[in-house]
């Protein structure tokens, strides 16, 4: 079952652009996809792609193998491979990162150990992207608000 996020909502309902659900799935199987790419799918594809199980070894490399299915058959290219992080940051359920703990403050807000626990590793995976990526920062204090990390 996919998972959206309510800052997501203006654009979940066409899949337009690649939601968090899928991007953690992307960097858990190691691919880079362009947002070319994902213009490429069918909304079938897309929403399978925000469905399909990315946990157990078996499940990542599926999921991998379709997406580079997917790629070849809709634009003859390959997508690249990333590296997958053997410890990623949002399964550390005891650090906050410095780079949501910086941006959080931007928003005269503070990330408490407790509350980075409490949230899911999709959430924090939501909260690390938004702090990194210059064109999703208006993304991060809904975020918090939805996390209720901010009134």
Not at 13 to 28: G, H
């Amino acid at each position: 079952m996919a998972h959206f996020f309510q800052f997501e909502s203006d654009f979940v309902d066409s899949l337009r652009c690649i939601p968090m659900q899928v991007r953690f799935n992307l960097d858990t199987c190691g691919v880079k996809l362009k947002l070319h790419h994902w213009n490429h799918f069918t909304a079938a594809e897309r929403q399978a792609l925000a469905t399909a199980p990315c946990n157990t070894q078996s499940e990542i490399e599926t999921y991998r193998s379709q997406l580079h299915q997917l790629v070849q058959a809709h634009t003859g290219e390959t997508p690249s491979d990333l590296s997958i992080e053997a410890h990623p940051a949002w399964l550390d359920a005891t650090t906050v990162p410095e780079s949501v703990q910086t941006q959080a403050q931007r928003y005269e807000t503070v990330i408490t150990p407790e509350q980075w626990a409490a949230l899911t590793p999709l959430q924090r995976f939501a909260l690390i992207k938004l702090s990194r990526s210059q064109h999703e920062n208006k993304n991060f204090v809904p975020a918090l608000k939805e996390f209720q990390l901010m009134e």
